[in-house]
């Protein structure tokens, strides 16, 4: 099965996003509620229906940025939230995006990734990021065994990873998932540092 562009417009298109719970992610909401500044920079990459940008903005983080290279998945979020600031939708290849960032959300972006392309991904989030900004979010700790996403892996794949650009602050089974979800997602923390 080929994962490209033409994937993602058909699975908005028909409406099959199987990881998509319809509102914004118990463990995500928590954490954006004890965050202080707000003027911070916030990329949410394959940000899909946007639950979680929509929720940042609300709350005052007016520099919280969506990404997804689906027009398929930003029309159906403007649709939705037609009061996000439209200079903050952007319709691009994340692995061609270029700003800086304090923080990076995470939730079902890395499980679209072809697991050979995992290296390029965590690359990328650590160039997106300003030093000392954090990639933050939800992993699944599940080998979904499928050719096509999402693709999952268990804690020790994602640490042998990240450790090598990050420093890893946190990544604990989420105590607050949703119940279908409750024992397969990690929450995590990963802080860029100089010298990695």
């Not at 979020?77 to 439209?86: A, T, V, Y």
């Not at 989420?174 to 990695?196: D, Q, T, V």
């Amino acid at each position: 099965m080929v994962i490209n562009k033409e994937y993602w417009e058909n699975l908005y298109k028909n409406n099959t996003l199987g990881w998509d719970i319809g509102y914004i992610s118990p463990p995500l909401k928590e954490y954006f509620d004890q965050l202080k500044n707000k003027k911070i920079n916030i990329l949410i990459p394959g940000a899909g229906n946007g639950y979680e940008a929509n929720y940042l903005i609300n709350k005052g983080f007016k520099n919280t940025y969506y990404l997804d290279y689906s027009k398929g998945a930003i029309k159906n979020f403007k649709k939705i939230n037609p009061n996000f600031p439209k200079e903050n939708i952007i319709n691009e290849d994340f692995f061609k995006h270029n700003k800086k960032y304090d923080l990076i959300i995470e939730l079902a972006f890395f499980t679209s990734i072809e697991p050979e392309n995992r290296d390029k991904l965590a690359k990328k989030m650590y160039n997106l990021l300003n030093l000392g900004g954090k990639y933050v979010g939800l992993f699944f700790n599940h080998e979904f065994k499928l050719n096509k996403p999402p693709y999952g892996a268990m804690k020790e794949t994602y640490i042998e990873l990240m450790e090598k650009l990050f420093s890893v602050k946190t990544m604990e089974l989420a105590y607050n998932s949703i119940k279908p979800r409750k024992g397969r997602e990690l929450f995590f923390i990963f802080e860029k540092i100089i010298g990695r």
